[in-house]
């Protein structure tokens, strides 16, 4: 559950399925057992912030709070062909409190040792250089939608800001 530290039960249960290993650009989750298409790998846990936190692994929870993940699914690399997606459950209510919880969900078929992946979609002005190495790289860490918008425009000189664009 968000906002408690990981249980030894479900810390246990996860490092059965799921491994940190080093990649090409850090950490990563990996798969222990092969993972259907539409099924539902682990709970997301970690400690719920305020909007003004600041990190390199925080969760937007629809712009209410942020989570800071906990391992192993701190780890969650990006991919523009991304073989998992987090599933936000906002309404369950513990003691008259509504509780956000994030999972992560397989969109496709995982196998045995394959890396766990997502598709950050962040916006335009906080995109970095893709390294993902997919046959559809967008060529940077952005939503889709975003590579669709016009370039921002620099207000000292009104030249085009290098953007994903």
């Known amino acids: 559950m968000l906002g408690?530290?990981?249980?030894?039960?479900q810390s246990a249960k996860l490092d059965e399925i799921?491994?940190?290993?080093?990649t090409c650009?850090?950490?990563g989750v990996f798969a222990c057992r092969d993972f259907a298409a539409d099924s539902v790998i682990g709970e997301i846990d970690g400690e719920v912030?305020?909007?003004?936190h600041e990190s390199n692994y925080c969760m937007d929870l629809e712009g209410k709070a942020l989570l800071e993940p906990a391992a192993p699914f701190r780890f969650l690399n990006h991919s523009c062909e991304p073989n998992c997606q987090l599933l936000l459950w906002k309404y369950q209510t513990v003691k008259g409190r509504r509780l956000r919880r994030i999972w992560v969900s397989a969109i496709r078929d995982v196998k045995i040792g394959e890396e766990l992946t997502i598709d950050y979609a962040w916006p335009m002005d906080a995109a970095v250089p893709c390294m993902c190495g997919a046959a559809t790289c967008?060529?940077?860490v952005v939503d889709k939608k975003e590579l669709r918008r016009p370039p921002r425009m620099c207000r000292t000189n009104k030249r085009p800001l290098t953007s994903p664009t």
């Not at 408690?4 to 039960?9: A, D, E, L, V």
């Not at 912030?49 to 003004?52: H, I, P, S």
């Open 4 to 9: 408690t530290k990981t249980g030894k039960t």
């Open 18 to 22: 799921v491994k940190v290993k080093m």
């Open 25 to 27: 650009v850090g950490r």
């Open 49 to 52: 912030m305020g909007l003004d």
């Open 138 to 140: 967008r060529g940077w």
